[in-house]
């Protein structure tokens, strides 16, 4: 008798474990639904600008420029509705990087960057310096990189003469207009633009000594690719006033 008692045990604890991770949310399931029934459903596309440092014992500029270059091939055959786009400024020391895609993906990139940074990756640091939620339109209709052949800026001379919030502001605007220039190039001439950059439009490449600058500055205006996923990862965790005080406040109305 005490056999099957355990046994029964046995069987009612294990009908009641929790299922492994991860679940997902009845949200999930329904969106999944729609879109299988509704080929023609998009995403909303986001756009994220962030720039980072690279790491000297990875490898050079042509090293980031492959690695990045494998990563969005992989997220592009991966993703059936939407594709990465954008452009990856490399300079000799650090980078500029400008993607519009949906929100999966850039947490994809982001935990990339987070695990790069603590281990040896490509990417010793990073800072995001805007994410546009739900832009109306591409500013590039497909993922370039660029390896800028120029010569390495002496960061710790750098002054700034300018607020932290202005040179994000500038780096912003000028990604921009490199990508309205792009835009208007025909694709037959795509490859030569993205060659003639510098004798062309350099006003819309970032300087890289602003870059490395504000790479290692810590601002408000900036945010790195830890604390943006700390947003989604983090459990919500509030404390109210009236459990910060004592004694305990009295209820005097009813909440219906």
Not at 41 to 65: C, F, P, W
Not at 101 to 126: H, L, Q, Y
Not at 130 to 145: E, G
């Amino acid at each position: 008798m005490a056999a099957e008692f355990e046994d029964i045990d046995t069987q009612s604890v294990k009908s009641r474990e929790l299922p492994q991770l991860p679940l997902t949310s009845l949200y999930d399931q329904k969106m999944e639904r729609r879109l299988k029934a509704n080929s023609n459903m998009k995403n909303l596309i986001h756009r994220l600008v962030y720039i980072g440092k690279l790491r000297e014992t990875y490898g050079d500029q042509n090293s980031l420029a492959d690695y990045y270059e494998k990563m969005v091939k992989n997220l592009n055959n991966n993703t059936q509705s939407e594709v990465l786009t954008g452009i990856l400024l490399v300079f000799p020391k650090h980078f500029v990087h400008v993607i519009e895609t949906f929100n999966d993906v850039i947490r994809t990139i982001m935990k990339d960057i987070e695990n790069s940074s603590t281990m040896d990756g490509p990417v010793s640091k990073a800072k995001i310096l805007v994410i546009s939620h739900d832009v109306p339109h591409r500013l590039y209709n497909m993922w370039h990189c660029k390896v800028l052949d120029v010569q390495a800026a002496k960061i710790d001379l750098y002054e700034p003469t300018d607020s932290n919030n202005r040179l994000v502001l500038d780096i912003l605007e000028q990604v921009l207009n490199l990508g309205n220039h792009l835009a208007k190039q025909p694709k037959l001439n795509l490859k030569n633009a993205l060659d003639s950059l510098h004798e062309k439009v350099p006003e819309h490449l970032p300087q890289q000594d602003i870059v490395g600058y504000l790479v290692e500055t810590n601002d408000q205006c900036m945010i790195t690719p830890k604390e943006y996923l700390d947003q989604y990862q983090t459990p919500v965790d509030v404390i109210l006033d009236s459990e910060m005080t004592w004694p305990m406040p009295i209820r005097l109305f009813p909440y219906n």
